[in-house]
């Protein structure tokens, strides 16, 4: 037995290579080269319409001095995270496993939950958000009639950060439906033993069900910290950063500074930061997942 | 036996890959054109505007007519709307593929050309392009380092637009200054305001500081005009604006308006925000959302100081006619210029689509033809019979606008007073300008 | 014998298995409606005026006014609604086909295969999606302008080809990884080569998620709008995502929102009756029971 194995491992040393031959080809052209030339842009004044000028680091430099215009915007991106990820995540594993039965019209209610986060940056959402939000919107008259205060939702620094937070809970359609692909791919046996063992539901759910879909609550952790380090469209169609700058997240700040005020060299350096800090908050995380999270194919 | 499958298969792949870009690389040989393609003897130039609808469709009735005219000249429109044109624009100028004539916006064409050298010197076709109805007045926001780099296509003012439906529930005269704003605001009910300036404050005080210096807060090279005393009384003006409830307060102004078209805003559709400070492009827009509820949306004259030196109104070009600087035909491009600012086909075609034309002959055209009435009509006497001050091309840079929108929303927000909102704009603007001189 | 005990209930049992459905029920209407609330008031707003959109909070419209769909659908340029449809179409459909296969393959090497510099080449696979799209857009552009290939799909197809999408690669690769090698190895042993595996073991049982990558990508490419605007100059080639915004002009005239809105929704339906399709994949529990030991 161990021999066929070893035999068969030895043959598939250079299979991987192969395939992913045509990621890395693609990588070198499609990734490689624009990411090169931005990193060098960095280092320039580079204003789109004349030759970029190289100008060393001061780029960096003036990120975090002066104005801290960038640190501010940072720290309002990770606040906008920790407000978004874990809230998407919860309601996305918790809906999933709810729609997960098999009850009748439970395919309209999937699409039901689904929809919002089709709609992603729609131009219909800046519409609907300002009309649910305004001074007298849908959300500040339902406040009223359970007799709490209107919020002044578009006004205040804080209450804009929890607009623009619930538009991107309220689109965990996406975190919902890959929640859902793998509780599918739990084998039912393994319910159906547990049952048989006499384990109550809640048992189950998080002594055999979270346990086998570590890997995907990884995914979905990883990938939602990544975007939502780098939302755009909810401060862009809503807020334009405001007030008083307090929704400047990083990726508007940075696309303001490439195609409004033209200073490419500038916005390459910030995409550079930004690059930097994700990079270390995922190896973070990378490194953590060694701690929790259960693939199948390593065996027990 | 592995390696031969998975080879066989990355085969398969690369080959419909190669498919792939052989069969749209050869539809886009046959749709391809950098403006020298050269089908059955017929010139290809391509022009390019942004708009909603109704400027498309006009547009391309006036390219159809220019067509009829020069058989010889055929024109590729590429059009698309406002949102994501200025990245389109942006990423054509830096990879050199735009098209031969473009429409340009004020705010923008500094930053292409800042030299003067970023378009074509339109001087150079003065043989076709027929300057007449241009006085020097309105040649000057297009040039740079005397290069003509856009001929002004519409002109814009600022202008003020009331709501005459509620001031007359209220039984409040239309006011002719700002007096008569005073008294509007003492007649009307809490929650109703006789006017608004959503991401325009700034603006205001700069036409109040313009009415008070006779000058304009930036100079056509970037240096600014006015003191910071000066600056901060202005400051302090608008507060005493919305102190007196002429205008709401910077909180309320936010969660009404946002920072989006008035025109979709619920208070100004139900008319308790009876009047706003607008640009004429924007004036048709209130107007047709206020007709659906039969009121009527009128143009004010707008209120002076006492004493004031002028009226002050920011007056520039909405938008400019440019043409690229790597064109390969020149004249051909001109002619389609000339056309669509001077023909009276062209001008008929294109209606009020681009606002009110700075062609002197253009304007009188569309006058006689009767097509404009109404609040057009009023709009158009307006902009061209009031005098104002024209805005310095440095005023409305992103760069520029961001510090002192910056500065007034963090003023009407109660964040900061006038002193430091004055000291704040003003170094702010310095040091920009600074930026964006060293190049 | 033992499921038989399981199944036994008793009325009370039963009683309880009905109350909880009923509260099922129950929140999950109410959940329903609160997402779907705001989709329903867009659905509204497509048949009404400019004015009454703004002004009103009930999603009812006072007069059904189909211009909006009609007028939509002509658009104000020289070609109608359908036009962009189809072109959308043959931007997305490619690009789906591309990636499920691209990214199963590359998945498939990363998951399953040891190589020299397999970690760190992984790491640059997802290290791609740190950088913000927006300062690669004008190299890219750049580079396309040398390839002259502008004005073309290709710009938007061709990173597909290559699996340059870093979250189905790692989405997949989390899959897989979900799925004991006793699977490959039965098979393996059975004769079937490293291709083999992956097409008649895995892939069946990765059902579910290429689903979501057809879904996700379908969604995400038809929702694109900044790529193809910057790439594409022929009115005749845009895309519905570029066509839903050409009415808009922010900087002056009237904005017809209803029809920009109805144009919207029509958009959206391909993209919802997909996953509704798709949907029914989650209906089957896996037969994963198949080969074992």
Known sequence: MKKEQKKVKGKRKYTGLIYIAPWLIGFCIFTLYPFISSLVLSFTNYDLISKPKFIGIDNYIKLFTGNKEFTKSLIATLKYVVLTVPAQLVFALFIAFILNFKLKGINLYRTAYYIPSILGGNVAVSILWRFLFSGNGLVNQILETIGLKSVGWLSNPTAAMLCIAILKVWQFGSCMVIFLAALKEIPTELYEAAQVDGAKKWTIFFKITVPLITPTIFFNLVMQLVNGMQEFNAPYLITQGGPLKSTYLASLMIYENSFKFYKMGYASAMSWVLFIIIMLLTTILFKSSNKWVYYADEGE | MNKKNTLFRAGCVALAMGMLLSGCGSNSGANKDNGDGNKDNKTTIRMSWWGNDDRHKATLAAIKKFEEKNPDIKVKAEYAGWDGFQEKMTTQIAGGTNPDLMQINYDWYQAFSPDGNGFYDLNKLKSIIDFSGYSKETLEPGEVNEKLNGISCSDNGSVIVLNKTTYDKFGAEIPTDWDGFVEAANKFDEGYYPLIAPQVEFMMINIYLSQKTGKAFLSDDGKIQVSKDDLQDGFDWYQSLIDKKIVPTGKEVLEIAGKSDLSTVKEFIEGKIAGCMTW???????????????????????????????????????????????????????KLLNFLINDPDGIKALGTTRGVPSNENGFKILKDDGKIDGVSEDLFDYVKNTDGITESPFFERAQISEVYQDATEAFTLGEIDSEKAAEQTISGIKETIKTINNK | MQTQAIQSTSVHHKKKIRWSTFFRYVLLTVIAFLMLYPIIWLLGASFKSNAEIFSSIGFWPKHFNFDAYVNGWKTGTEFTFGTYFINSFKIVIPKVIFTLSSCSLTAYGFARFEFPYKNVLFGFVIATLFLPAVVTRIPMYILWKNLDLLDTYVPLIANTIFAQEPFFVFMMVQFMRGIPREYDEAAIIDGCNSFQVLIKILLPILKPALVNVTLFQFLWSINDFLTPLIYISSVEKYPISIALKMAMDTSGGVTPWNQIIAMSIIGLLPSIILFFLGSKQFMDGIQAGGIKG
């Open chain 2, 280 to 334: 004429p492009a924007q004036v048709s827009s209130l107007e047709s959302v206020l007709e659906e509820t039969n009121q009527e949306l009128v143009v004010a004259k707008f209120p002076t100081i006492e004493g004031a030196k002028t009226s002050g109104i920011i007056k520039k070009p909405s938008m400019l006619w440019s043409i690229s600087k790597d064109t390969k035909h020149p004249k051909e491009t001109a």
